[in-house]
T-cell receptor
């Protein structure tokens, strides 16, 4: 599984767009990039997954450059309720392959 | 979406006792479930992979005789912490992968907070 590097923490004001970048220099050809969100004392929640270019859903956008060695999770107009830890995971995750979590990015949204 | 439940959501027990935590996939079948442990301010650490009808696969450093895992059906896996001690106090989270989902997504339970006195 590819190793990922994310900022340990980020702060943002409400209403701003937040971009969290994840580095994964040794990503393999078959690897997908997946982001999870975790609130305190809760299990992680799937946010978005992508393989290349751009993916957008109702919650976030995921930007992946052509070399796929990094990815950026973009949260539009964050609110206080977006305060959480965000994890970037890279891998195939087929069959019995478990998700392996890195340290994640602790996002604090300030009023 | 797919729902995974855990029971209990929190438990307090005395040192030396055993505690069983249940993980259920409510609206889908899962041949594989995973158990994680999370200490305060830390990331999730994979403990074991639980396969329906077979023995669990434990990660290095996880004592299989202390953390007993049983995956008796396609919707239920249990984790029993035997002879619990204060250092076993943690947040235990399970996840399950759906058989019929094309996306590489795991669904996580809400977690169980274990406190050993």
């Amino acid at each position: 599984l590819a190793k990922t590097t994310q900022p340990i923490s980020m702060d943002s004001y409400e209403g701003q767009e937040v971009n969290i970048t994840c580095s994964h220099n040794n990503i393999a050809t078959n690897d997908y990039i997946t982001w999870y969100q975790q609130f305190p004392s809760q299990g992680p929640r799937f946010i978005i997954q992508g393989y290349k270019t751009k993916v957008t859903n109702e919650v976030a956008s995921l930007f992946i450059p052509a070399d796929r060695k990094s990815s950026t999770l973009s949260l539009p107009r964050v609110s206080l309720s977006d305060t959480a830890v965000y994890y970037c995971l890279v891998g195939v995750y087929s069959g019995n392959t478990p998700l392996v979590f890195g340290k994640g990015t602790r996002l604090s949204v300030i009023a | 979406g797919a729902v995974v439940s855990q029971h209990p959501s929190w438990v307090i027990c005395k040192s030396g006792t055993s505690v069983k935590i249940e993980c259920r996939s409510l609206d889908f079948q899962a041949t594989t479930m995973f158990w994680y442990r999370q200490f305060p301010k830390q990331s999730l650490m994979l403990m074991a992979t639980s396969n329906e009808g077979s023995k669990a696969t434990y990660e290095q450093g996880v004592e299989k005789d202390k953390f007993l895992i049983n995956h008796a059906s396609l919707t239920l896996s249990t984790l029993t912490v035997t002879s619990a001690h204060p250092e076993d106090s943690s947040f235990y989270i399970c996840s399950a992968k759906s058989l019929d989902r094309g996306r590489n997504e795991q669904f996580f339970g809400p977690g169980t907070r274990l406190t050993v006195l």
